[in-house]
């Protein structure tokens, strides 16, 4: 049998109350405890679907299945099979957002950190070519994220 939060708090001697703050809701008012479950199941063969169909459209990708696979693959070694967790006080969009600005800073950081090297290769050209595809899907993705948000205003 699973405990739930209210399970926790009614076994700390109290019922859970509501919290002041409207933005908190989710939480007891007295211990701070998620009320309710906040997550939401994740689908992880929905995913991998999503991800090769979202692949046939990258665009410099060599072979679209392999790049979905591998990265599906890490995804699911970084994340697991597990739900979604505190679905309640997140905007996946505006993650999504945020996670592409700093993709952007890591490429332009790594861009700097190269240039800095006074390379003059082929396996420095190849680099850059690399680190630059990189950082024009991430402006392809900041602008669909960005369209997408503004629907929502």
């Keep these: 049998m699973t405990i739930t939060a209210y399970d926790e708090c ?36 929905q995913e ?7 692949a046939t459209f990258a665009q410099y990708v060599a072979d679209a299945d392999r790049a979905a696979a591998a990265l599906s693959a ?3 070694r970084r994340m697991g099979d597990g739900p979604w967790r505190d679905v309640s006080q997140r905007s996946w ?3 999504a957002l945020e996670e592409v ?8 950081a790594a861009m700097t950190a190269l240039a800095q090297q006074n390379r003059d290769d ?24 960005r369209a997408v948000e503004q629907e929502e205003l």
Aim: aromatic content about 6%.
């Design 10 to 45: 009614l076994q700390s001697g109290h019922i859970p109350q509501d919290a002041a703050n409207p933005r908190l809701q989710h939480l007891c008012g007295r211990c701070g405890r998620l009320r309710e479950p906040d997550e939401m199941q994740r689908d992880v063969d």
């Design 48 to 54: 991998r679907r999503w991800t090769a169909d979202a």
């Design 74 to 76: 890490f995804r699911e």
């Design 93 to 95: 969009r505006t993650e």
């Design 101 to 108: 600005a700093d993709l952007s800073a890591y490429l332009l």
């Design 122 to 145: 082929e396996d420095a050209d190849r680099d850059r070519m690399l680190l630059f595809m990189a950082l024009s899907a991430s402006v392809t993705a900041f602008d669909a994220l």
